[in-house]
């Protein structure tokens, strides 16, 4: 299994980039997929995440409104879309499949447990 992260660059504030998640070794109908990302210094932070039946979970309230996320399972892609981008927003994003977490922590369990399988970070950098 392999999902292949794309899309990142160097941009400024305001801008827009539009993350790529192309997913192969598994049939995408069946997984969630979901994007985190790392600031530097940080710890790695669930953003988003769609169900294998299209329903969007958002974990971070200062991307609701200018993140969205889509899926094509015909491409084995699902795309982050991110408007509007802040200095912020700087961090490596990861996509991952698995289950969408709950919104809310249950129990000892963490975001990153809910899912099986991880790509390679792409590297998003906003500038003031």
């Known amino acids: 299994v392999q999902l292949q992260a794309s899309g990142g660059g160097a941009v400024k504030a305001g801008d827009s980039l539009t993350l790529s998640c192309t997913v192969s070794?598994?049939?995408?109908?069946?997984?969630?997929i979901g994007w985190s990302r790392q600031a530097p210094g940080k710890e790695r932070e669930g953003i988003l995440c769609i169900s294998a039946g299209g329903a969007s979970t958002f974990y971070k309230d200062a991307v609701e409104g200018r993140f969205t996320i889509s899926r094509d399972n015909a491409k084995n892609m699902v795309s982050l879309r991110m408007n509007n981008l802040k200095p912020e927003d700087t961090a490596v994003y990861y996509c991952?499949?698995?289950?969408?977490?709950?919104?809310?922590?249950?129990?000892?369990?963490?975001?990153?447990?809910?899912?099986?399988?991880w790509g390679q970070g792409t590297q998003v950098t906003v500038s003031s």
């Open positions: 070794g598994l049939t995408l109908d069946y997984y969630a």
């Open positions: 991952a499949a698995g289950v969408c977490p709950p919104k809310y922590p249950v129990g000892n369990y963490q975001h990153s447990d809910y899912y099986d399988y």
